[in-house]
């Protein structure tokens, strides 16, 4: 028995250094990942107690466009966006508590109807009057949830892969939300569950490099990330039974673009994409064969183009 307690802890040890590498157990300190994922546009504000990562960028006197990530994922994701569209806007984009940089929320409130409050206040600081809004999964959830709730501040809206009806959770929400497996979720991430999900996420697999998975591996691994991604799983597992979940929507009157990757298999385009149409029938609808859930990082180009029609009416290129 002696033995067998002493080794018990001993093997503890070595695994977790093992997960280090692969496991995904690490708790890496913000300022360790700030020289690589924070850059000289970066702001931390603290709005209730929550330390939200932003970046503002592009022309300071253009029109403001503010960029909402997915789930598991960061304002890292619209770098392509940014690319080619900061000549042409003020371009606000920030990491949703939980995921990237933010920090956690003190009481677990992680619900969209909560970020949408924090989003408010983060623009009445940045002292934004007006703004266009691009959201992506998560992401769109919130932008256009922001649209019902402050119908006088948005001017145009993108949703990119949006949730907003009720649907069948992705695998890894799913599988991390298990009653059995959600304890170990909050302590283990391993990067073979993050390259899994990015690969799905990606509609073509050649653009999945080791950069691009080592960016989402690396953010999960911010001390608290894992535990605050449960936490926001969660509530989506609750959300995606809602039979009201689009409340609201079919409300909104400011112009609407809805983009979509025809090989989006998180929020399915066979099943999804046709209920936008449906609920939507002024919106402006573009789709992308072959493309995955997340068009804006798979093809940059081709979206911040579309995107940049729809918001100005003219022509990138």
Request: glycine fraction near 6%; include cysteine; charge should be positive.
């Amino acid at each position: 028995m002696c033995k067998f307690s002493y080794r018990v802890p001993v093997f503890i040890s070595i695994l977790a250094m093992i997960g280090c590498a692969s496991l995904g157990m690490r708790n890496i300190p913000i300022e360790d990942l700030k020289p690589k994922y924070a850059n000289e546009n970066s702001m931390f504000f603290v709005i209730d107690q929550t330390s939200i990562h932003i970046r503002d960028e592009g022309k300071k006197d253009a029109p403001v466009l503010l960029l909402i990530h997915g789930v598991c994922s960061s304002l890292h994701t619209w770098d392509g966006w940014v690319s080619v569209l900061k000549d042409h806007f003020r371009i606000i984009r920030f990491d949703i508590p939980g995921f990237g940089l933010s920090g956690q929320i003190p009481s677990k409130n992680y619900t969209p109807e909560y970020s949408v409050e924090l989003l408010n206040k983060a623009i009445e600081q940045l002292g934004i009057k007006k703004l266009s809004i691009a959201g992506n999964s998560l992401g769109g959830f919130i932008g256009w949830k922001f649209a019902v709730t402050h119908p006088d501040k948005v001017e145009k809206l993108i949703l990119i892969d949006s949730v907003g009806f009720p649907q069948e959770m992705p695998w890894l929400l799913k599988f991390s939300t298990n009653i059995f497996v959600r304890p170990f979720a909050r302590i283990a991430m391993p990067r073979y569950f993050i390259n899994k999900a990015v690969h799905e996420v990606y509609g073509n697999q050649s653009k999945v490099t080791d950069e691009v998975v080592d960016r989402y591996f690396e953010l999960s691994q911010k001390k608290g990330n894992r535990s605050a991604w449960i936490d926001v799983f969660m509530i989506m597992k609750d959300y995606s039974k809602r039979e009201d979940l689009a409340k609201g929507l079919t409300d909104i009157k400011c112009p609407i673009m809805v983009m979509w990757g025809t090989k989006d298999i998180w929020i399915p385009y066979t099943t999804i994409f046709p209920k936008w149409q449906e609920n939507l029938p002024h919106a402006i609808f573009k789709v992308y064969d072959g493309v995955g859930h997340i068009p804006m990082e798979e093809i940059p180009e081709q979206t911040a183009k579309d995107a940049y029609e729809f918001l100005t009416g003219k022509k990138l290129f």
